[in-house]
T-cell receptor, first 116, second 114 residues
Framework: GENVEQHPSTLSVQEGDSAVIKCTYS??????FPWYKQELGKRPQLIID?????GEKKDQRIAVTLNKTAKHFSLHITETQPEDSAVYFC???????????????FGGGTRLMVKP | AAGVIQSPRHLIKEKRETATLKCYPI?????VYWYQQGPGQDPQFLIS???????DKGSIPDRFSAQQFSDYHSELNMSSLELGDSALYFC?????????????FGQGTRLTVV
């Protein structure tokens, strides 16, 4: 099955700096890579995703890059703010016919702390 | 916009008791997933349903079972509860085909086994 590794496990940055979180995956059939932000005791919330037919996607201060050959993808947050502090999870799945393999395999999570 | 609804939000059970968690997906979503998240852990996939049929099975114990009903809501039944079953249980839903197949999570059910 799929295995997703995520680094670092904790990341502390100064407000206004950039933060980068990296993930690798093992199953070359995976073609959908979402990123979730989770605050303590709350549900994971989708912040951005990327599919294997593109290499980069950006949404305001958040961007994600994907290298299919190397099987890794990264989340970039620019101009970080204290409210960006949370746990971020990368995930991988296979979008396909009849939903087979659509379940998300999550990375271990990164606790991001943005210091004011 | 309607979201994924889970009930109950909190549940306290004793060891060896049973529990039933319910999930109501976003309207027109045909796929439901169940995840278990222990303290400080990432969500672990348990089981999923597509069009009321089980589609994938993950690390779901034999003591647990689940189903999806004709109205697409799903229930996770947990028997012979153990202390280690204490966790946040999330349900997520998505559409299988076309644009917008993202999975959206419910608020979760916090199960505490004492």
């Amino acid at each position: 099955g799929e295995n997703v590794e995520q680094h670092p496990s904790t990341l502390s940055v100064q407000e206004g700096d950039s933060a980068v979180i990296k993930c690798t995956y093992s199953d070359s059939a995976s073609n959908y890579f979402p990123w979730y932000k989770q605050e303590l005791g709350k549900r994971p919330q989708l912040i951005i995703d990327i599919r294997s037919n593109v290499g980069e996607k950006k949404d305001q201060r958040i961007a994600v890059t994907l290298n299919k050959t190397a099987k890794h993808f990264s989340l970039h947050i620019t101009e970080t703010q204290p409210e960006d502090s949370a746990v971020y999870f990368c995930a991988a799945s296979i979008e396909g016919h009849n939903n087979a393999g659509n379940m998300l395999t999550f990375g271990g999570g990164t606790r991001l702390m943005v210091k004011p | 916009a309607a979201g994924v609804i889970q009930s109950p939000r909190h549940l306290i059970k004793e060891k060896r008791e049973t529990a039933t968690l319910k999930c109501y997906p976003i309207p027109r979503h045909d796929t439901v997933y169940w995840y278990q998240q222990g303290p400080g852990q990432d969500p672990q996939f348990l089981i999923s349903f597509y069009e009321k049929m089980q589609s994938d099975k993950g690390s779901i114990p034999d003591r647990f079972s689940a189903q999806q009903f004709s109205d697409y809501h799903s229930e996770l039944n947990m028997s012979s509860l153990e202390l280690g079953d204490s966790a946040l249980y999330f349900c997520a839903s998505s559409r299988d085909r076309g644009p917008g197949t993202e999975a959206f999570f419910g608020q979760g059910t916090r199960l505490t086994v004492v």
